[in-house]
Antibody
Framework: EVQLVESGGGLVQPGRSMKLSCAASGFTFSNYGMAWVRQAPTKGLEWVATISYDGSSTYYRDSVKGRFTISRDNAKSTLYLQMNSLRSEDTATYYC?????????WGQGTLVTVSS | DVVMTQTPVSLSVSLGGQVSISCRSSQSLVHNNGNTYLSWYLQKPGQSPQLLIYKVSNRFSGISDRFSGSGSGTDFTLKISRVEPDDLGVYYCGQGTQYPRTFGGGTKLELK
């Protein structure tokens, strides 16, 4: 069974940093691209970033470019999202998802609240 | 960026009824490789989104045949027949043809 378990969310002040993790199991992690998708409270889905299966390619939405870094450790089957210079508009539940023809599997999400 | 426009924003249905949700993209979703990466997701209350349909019309593993997807180019439709209580929630279309990936604004399916 595919499982994606996010961790690392919480309350953080504007301008500070936070690192999210996603532990994957139930599939060969190193064979798949992975992505982060977020959802602000009561809002819709917003793609954040994608990383290729081997980490050689990364893609970001414009609003997080230069502030967020997606990375992975295939030996640990873990996906990361390093978030710097956080803003109030980054407040959202962040979901880890498995890339493919679609976003086939989603974690339960981790809530990031950016507030002073 | 590809803008995904979903209609209607909300939909009321009786159990056992049928509904259709429309999704239109601002650009063709046909990829250079010939595939069309249009997907449908359902987010039930308090849960993570789940994949229903991928590449326009392919049902994901375990998804009932009451769900069907159709369309091409820029115009797509999700149909749900014989609506059940477990079908209620917010439906999103999403495109994976180009970056940034984008989603429609969502359609909330409620009971009449």
């Amino acid at each position: 069974e595919v499982q994606l378990v996010e961790s690392g969310g919480g309350l953080v002040q504007p301008g500070r940093s936070m690192k999210l993790s996603c532990a994957a199991s139930g599939f060969t992690f190193s064979n798949y691209g992975m992505a982060w998708v977020r959802q602000a409270p009561t809002k819709g889905l917003e793609w954040v970033a994608t990383i290729s299966y081997d980490g050689s390619s990364t893609y970001y939405r414009d609003s997080v470019k230069g502030r967020f870094t997606i990375s992975r450790d295939n030996a640990k089957s873990t996906l990361y999202l390093q978030m710097n210079s956080l803003r109030s508009e980054d407040t959202a539940t962040y979901y880890c998802t498995r890339e493919g023809a679609a976003l086939a599997y989603w974690g339960q999400g981790t809530l990031v609240t950016v507030s002073s | 960026d590809v803008v995904m426009t979903q209609t209607p924003v909300s939909l009321s249905v009786s159990l056992g009824g049928q509904v259709s949700i429309s999704c239109r993209s601002s650009q063709s979703l046909v990829h250079n490789n010939g595939n069309t990466y249009l997907s449908w997701y359902l987010q039930k209350p308090g849960q993570s989104p789940q994949l229903l349909i991928y590449k326009v019309s392919n049902r994901f593993s375990g998804i009932s045949d009451r769900f069907s997807g159709s369309g091409s180019g820029t115009d797509f439709t999700l149909k749900i027949s014989r609506v059940e209580p477990d079908d209620l929630g917010v439906y999103y279309c999403g495109q994976g043809t180009q970056y940034p990936r984008t989603f429609g604004g969502g359609t909330k399916l409620e009971l009449k």
